[in-house]
């Protein structure tokens, strides 16, 4: 027998363990293994005892340790979804160009961090215990544990400055202890298997309140939130704040919104709130879910008012949403057919959001017009169903009466699906082969006035979440965590269809505003509620758009009157995170700022050197301003990015 290589395992406390079979060595290197103080020297693993933990552990898909980027040749984005390990240390970067002088910003990104967690397990081998060791990876590109980046930027100094941390090391600790992760409220993870049995529901104390690191919050992370005194927060999707030291990024407290207020009921809330500059009001909602109905509780806080207000209480169908729009006299909620399984009942339970809800094509997507004044729902339209993750803007027309509201739309929820931790690391496998086509979609809900009456008359009519759930088939067989029904024998949604419970409902019309398939959409803050023309966001390139299980690699700019791609920035096996649009500051009473005058940031994960760099572009010109090397690989994230802007 040829001799066997030794293979390091990763810990970086540990021995170099011999692979007494070839099968193994594959699957030792495929291991990723989180470095941690507390681990004991490496076990040497037969062949026998590596197959009795693997079938106990949930492995979700094959890691690649960090610390062996550079060795692998691959150059898609594979490397952009592994584990990150932070540094105490501040970093100076340095910068290739010239950043503006005005631009003198602390800007932030949240992203995912840790997908894989080494833990020991005792396993009975031969009559013996001993311990091995296996991994707990995070299942979905959003359940990952958050990893929070800050650079400064300073223009006149030409000098950006790094740092890092990740912030739930409690967590990981806890989930080492326990060998997974089961959430103890609902909406505490997008798609993961827990590792752990129903009972773990049932004996622990959900009542203890969680340290500040004990609950990971990676959905958004803002730089404000008014009313409320800290300098930086990070939210997930349920209803938790966490709020981080802006300058160290340690977490140094934990909220959930009832605890702002207590009229803000709910066991989840948006992980993207709305933020209105005229009146300096953050607007969100929570969910309240009931025996028999939903509630969704609008509220609205500022620093005028720290305790905040209920804005209205809405009764409509359960789903999941993501996000919401306003204007400055409407709330704009759209319920996408993303339904709940067994009437709510797995969500209730605290499983996971896609084991909760599942698509539903018969259903229509619903548009939910509320008076920002009075709380009460004006109007409803319905239109196709269809999936959507992010709005880029709604405003009024100049009647006030007409809203219109662009949005980032898919053909059904598959797209959440193909987000999985597998397919993103194993992308060859996902299905279906290429991520779903999205399209930009402006939506026209007319003459809110008129249709006012034919909410009052008929808006009791609208199903709760059960009813819903009812029509479509038993308790029993939609609480089965079976996928969505996509193109199969499930009846379809059709506007004209007659004797439906949304029959009385006026139609949302929309037109497609642009060809290309984008996500991550970014607009020039000031021109949030108002009519805008210039969008940004994530693309394809024309060599990597039909590639299976390609990723979005180009930065693109968008003209959504014209209906024209402007530009777009593309780097050989280079893949960005979420373009950041940043206005140049008005120097004074004169100087007009155009819509698309400032800068685009983002991280881009350069796969050809195993690093990333930050990219500020010109956002008119999309001209390369300046880039500068982390010295590191920061993992892709879906998240939204947040920045300050200082006084020079």
């Keep these: 027998m040829a001799e066997l290589p030794l293979i390091d395992t990763g810990d970086k406390n540990s021995d170099w363990e011999v692979v007494q079979d070839e099968e193994k060595v594959k699957t030792i290197?495929?291991?990723?293994?989180?470095?941690?103080?507390?681990?004991?020297?490496?076990?040497?693993?037969?062949?026998?005892?590596?197959?009795?933990?693997t079938e106990t552990i949930n492995l979700t898909s094959p890691v690649i340790d960090r610390s062996m980027n550079t060795l692998i040749p691959d150059l898609t984005a594979i490397k952009g979804f592994q584990n990150f390990e932070d540094t105490e240390s501040i970093e100076d970067l340095k910068i290739v160009g010239q950043l503006p002088k005005w631009l003198v910003a602390e800007y932030f990104r949240v992203g995912p961090g840790t997908y894989d967690i080494k833990y020991l397990r005792k396993v009975e081998i031969d009559g013996q215990i001993q311990n091995a060791s296996a991994v707990?990876?995070?299942?979905?590109?959003?359940?990952?544990?958050?990893?929070?980046?800050r650079f400064d930027l300073h223009g006149e100094r030409n000098s950006i400055t790094y740092r890092n941390r990740l912030t739930s090391k409690r967590l990981v600790e806890k989930i080492r202890e326990h060998h997974g992760y089961s959430p103890l409220h609902p909406a505490g993870l997008y798609m993961s298997t827990t590792n752990q049995t129903v009972l773990t529901k049932l004996i622990k104390n959900s009542s203890k309140a969680s340290k500040p690191d004990a609950e990971p919050c990676g959905a958004t992370i803002l730089t404000s939130i008014p009313g409320l005194p800290g300098r930086l927060y990070c939210q997930n999707y349920a209803n938790h704040i966490?709020?981080?030291?802006?300058?160290?990024?340690?977490?140094?407290?934990?909220?959930?919104?009832?605890?702002?207020?207590?009229?803000?009921?709910?066991?989840s809330s948006c992980p993207n709130g709305q933020y209105d500059t005229r009146t300096g009001e953050y607007i969100n909602f929570t969910m309240e879910v009931g025996y028999q109905s939903v509630k969704y509780h609008f509220f609205s806080i500022s620093d005028r008012n720290p305790q905040g207000r209920v804005i209205g209480s809405i009764s409509a169908p359960m789903a999941h949403?993501?996000?919401?729009?306003?204007?400055?006299?409407?709330?704009?909620?759209v319920i996408c057919p993303m339904l709940p399984n067994a009437g709510g009942m797995k969500y209730n339970w605290c499983e996971s959001i896609l084991e909760s809800f599942s698509f539903r094509q018969s259903e229509p997507t619903l548009f939910y017009v509320i008076s920002r004044e009075s709380g009460d729902v004006i109007a409803t339209y319905r239109s196709d169903p269809c999936f959507v993750f992010n709005h880029i803007n709604a405003y009024e027309d100049d009647s006030r009466d007409n809203v219109f509201i662009d949005m980032i739309c898919y053909p059904d929820g598959r797209i959440a699906d193909q987000l999985v931790t597998q397919y993103l690391r194993e992308p060859s496998t996902m299905k279906p082969p290429r991520l779903m086509e999205s399209e930009v979609r402006r939506y026209a809900l007319l003459h809110i006035g008129e249709e006012k009456?034919?909410?009052?008359?008929?808006?009791?009519?609208?199903?709760?979440?059960?009813?819903?759930?009812?029509?479509?088939?038993?308790?029993?067989?939609?609480g089965k965590s079976t996928p969505a029904n996509y193109g199969g024998s499930e009846e379809t949604y059709g506007a004209k269809t007659p004797n439906k419970w949304y029959s009385w409902m006026p139609v949302a019309t929309y037109n497609k505003r642009i060809?290309?398939?984008?996500?991550?959409?970014?607009?020039?803050?000031?021109?949030?509620?108002?009519?805008?023309?210039?969008?940004?966001?994530?693309?394809?390139?024309?060599?990597?758009?039909?590639?299976?299980?390609?990723?979005?690699?180009?930065?693109?700019?968008?003209?959504?009157?014209?209906?024209?791609?402007?530009?777009?920035?593309?780097?050989?096996?280079?893949?960005?995170s979420e373009?950041?649009?940043?206005?140049?500051?008005?120097?004074?009473?004169?100087?007009?700022?155009?819509?698309?005058?400032?800068?685009?940031?983002?991280?881009?994960?350069d796969a050809s050197k195993s690093t990333s760099f930050i990219l500020v572009l010109d956002a008119i010109t999309f001209k390369?301003?300046?880039?500068?090397?982390?010295?590191?690989?920061?993992?892709?994230?879906?998240?939204?990015?947040?920045?300050?802007?200082?006084?020079?």
């Design 321 to 333: 949403i993501n996000t919401f729009s306003i204007t400055p006299k409407y709330i704009i909620l």
């Design 453 to 478: 009456l034919k909410y009052l008359s008929h808006g009791s009519s609208i199903p709760s979440f059960t009813s819903i759930s009812s029509r479509l088939s038993s308790v029993f067989k939609i």
């Design 579 to 605: 373009p950041t649009f940043i206005p140049r500051p008005s120097i004074g009473a004169g100087d007009e700022v155009a819509e698309d005058e400032g800068v685009l940031m983002s991280i881009v994960m």
């Design 515 to 576: 060809q290309p398939s984008v996500e991550s959409p970014s607009i020039n803050p000031y021109y949030k509620m108002y009519k805008h023309s210039i969008m940004y966001g994530l693309g394809f390139s024309a060599s990597n758009v039909m590639k299976k299980g390609a990723m979005w690699d180009s930065i693109v700019k968008i003209n959504l009157e014209s209906k024209s791609v402007l530009a777009s920035w593309h780097q050989h096996n280079c893949y960005p």
């Design 29 to 53: 290197q495929d291991l990723s293994i989180q470095d941690t103080k507390e681990d004991s020297a490496s076990l040497n693993i037969t062949e026998e005892q590596s197959e009795n933990v």
């Design 624 to 648: 390369v301003l300046a880039t500068a090397d982390t010295g590191c690989l920061i993992p892709l994230s879906f998240s939204h990015g947040s920045y300050r802007l200082r006084d020079i």
């Design 136 to 149: 707990y990876t995070f299942g979905h590109w959003f359940d990952a544990l958050p990893l929070v980046n």
């Design 242 to 267: 966490q709020e981080l030291d802006p300058f160290d990024l340690k977490p140094i407290k934990l909220l959930t919104w009832n605890e702002v207020n207590p009229a803000f009921k709910g066991s």
